[in-house]
């Protein structure tokens, strides 16, 4: 099991186990109350980011923006599996669910993607998942929130819908929020779309379509369909995109 710092808030027994993970430039700290707002019974467990880019912490390394050193991506992504699997079977959790923004979201998603079973439910807040991953039917049975912005300059929309075009062809329990701004984090994706929508309530199937800029169904259908923007229809990154810079836990 990799050696990674984290917090841990213990749960009772029988509640559902939680990961948080954090944005480049965030701590073990960022989300770890977060869940415990609406499960207040539930076990919380946030690693720390291993990777030091200039100071700012990460959980796998990259060459530049949007530009991903997947060798190292794939040998962190076992150890974080190694590392939830470790903490999933100590605890004896039956619902384990996974939430990260942006960097945190990238490092779930590849946890996910290479132990398709280890995650119950899956918040990936922000993601950028700039390569095309293998089929994974297993994840059928995972409920799925992705939760994006109209305008992200990191996370161009044609790329997320990309990636939650590839959620819906696995079979996932999916849903996919778009709220109106960039990369940060909107308050309808703390209470209206995590807490109240997905992650912290029961388990349901199916769900049934709201409000498009609140919460949507990511198997949309005539008026609902996500925002259109130009760039292409999510296959690659526009060049004006690759460069553009964030503060910290806002970069990918």
Known sequence: MADYVFAETKGKAGAPLVFTFHG???????????????QPDAHVISPRGDVSENG????????????????????????????????????????????????????????????????TDLALLH????????????????????????????????????????????????????????????QSEYSGTISERLIFQKRKRPRSLSVRGRFMCARPS???????VSGGAGTGMPKDRQTHRRGPCGQL
């Not at 700290?29 to 977060?34: E, K, M, P, T, W």
């Not at 161009?156 to 701004?181: I, K």
């Open 24 to 38: 480049t430039g965030g701590s073990e700290r960022q989300f770890h109350d977060f869940p415990r707002q609406f």
């Open 56 to 119: 700012a912490l990460r959980f796998f390394k990259r060459r530049a923006e949007g530009l991903y050193d997947m060798d190292d991506l794939a040998l962190r992504t076992e150890a974080m599996a190694a590392f939830v699997t470790h903490h999933a079977k100590a605890t004896g959790a039956t619902r384990v669910i996974g939430l990260g923004y942006s960097n945190g979201a990238n490092i779930l998603a590849s946890t996910a993607m290479h132990l398709p079973e280890l995650f």
């Open 127 to 186: 993601p950028l998942i700039p390569w095309q991953p293998q089929p994974r039917p297993q994840l059928s049975s995972t409920r799925v929130l992705v939760s994006a912005g109209e305008r992200d300059p990191i996370c161009p929309p044609p790329m997320t819908q990309g990636f939650v075009d590839w959620l819906d062809g696995q079979g996932a329990d999916l849903s996919v929020h778009w709220h109106p701004g960039g990369h940060e984090i909107s």
């Open 222 to 228: 005539g008026g609902n369909d996500p925002p259109a």
